[in-house]
C-alpha cells in the first residue's frame, strides 16, 4: 500500500476527537485495530488500507484528494531526507509535544530537558512531526529566534520543549 498524506490523517484524528469518540471504538466501527489507527494518526499513512480509510472518510465526510492524496514511487523519489544530527544545516523544526516519542529526555542540574530528534522529525521538512502528527515548531516559541539544533534556545535560554 502507498504512504498517504499525513494532512488526512490529521484531518482524522481531528475529527475523531471532535465527535467524542475513543481510538478503540472508531476502530471498532471501522473494521481495523486500535494500534494501526493510533499509528495512522500519528501521521503514518501505511498503517491502513485503503477500505479502511475509505470509511474513515466518508464517516467524517473528509475528501481524499485522488491526485496528491497517495504518494506512489515518483513522488517519494522527490522527497530529500533529513540531513544528519549536528550538521551544520538549518533545523526545519521540533516536535513541541513533550510526550512525543521523537524526544530524547535527559536531565541536567535537576531540570528535565526533551532533546528534538532530527532523524525523527518529518523527513521532507514537512508541517508535521511524522512521529506523533503534532505541528512542528520553526522557531523558539519563547523569543521567537531560529531553531537550531539542541534543547535550549541559544537567544533566551528556555527550552524549546516544555
Not at 61 to 76: D, F, H, L
Not at 102 to 122: A, I, N, T
Request: proline share 7%.
Amino acid at each position: 500500500m502507498t504512504n498517504l498524506d499525513s494532512e488526512i490523517c490529521r484531518k482524522i484524528r481531528e475529527a475523531r476527537r471532535a465527535a467524542g469518540l475513543s481510538q478503540t471504538a472508531l476502530s471498532s466501527e471501522v473494521g481495523c485495530k486500535q494500534s494501526a489507527l493510533c499509528m495512522f494518526e500519528r501521521g503514518d499513512g501505511t498503517k491502513l488500507n485503503d477500505e479502511t480509510v475509505e470509511k474513515l472518510c466518508a464517516k467524517f465526510k473528509i475528501e481524499i484528494p485522488r491526485t496528491v492524496a497517495r504518494k506512489g514511487a515518483e513522488a517519494s523519489a522527490s522527497v530529500r531526507a533529513a540531513p544528519p544530527f549536528g550538521s551544520a544545516a538549518p533545523r526545519t523544526g521540533f516536535c513541541p509535544n513533550p510526550d512525543c516519542p521523537s524526544h530524547s529526555r535527559y536531565e541536567v542540574d535537576g531540570r528535565v530537558l526533551f532533546q528534538p530528534s532530527r532523524e525523527r522529525q518529518d523527513p521532507a521538512g514537512g508541517k508535521f512531526c511524522a512521529v506523533c502528527g503534532e505541528v512542528l515548531e520553526r522557531k523558539c516559541p519563547n523569543c521567537g529566534a531560529p531553531v537550531h539544533d539542541g534543547a535550549i534556545c541559544t537567544f533566551c535560554g528556555n527550552p524549546y520543549v516544555a
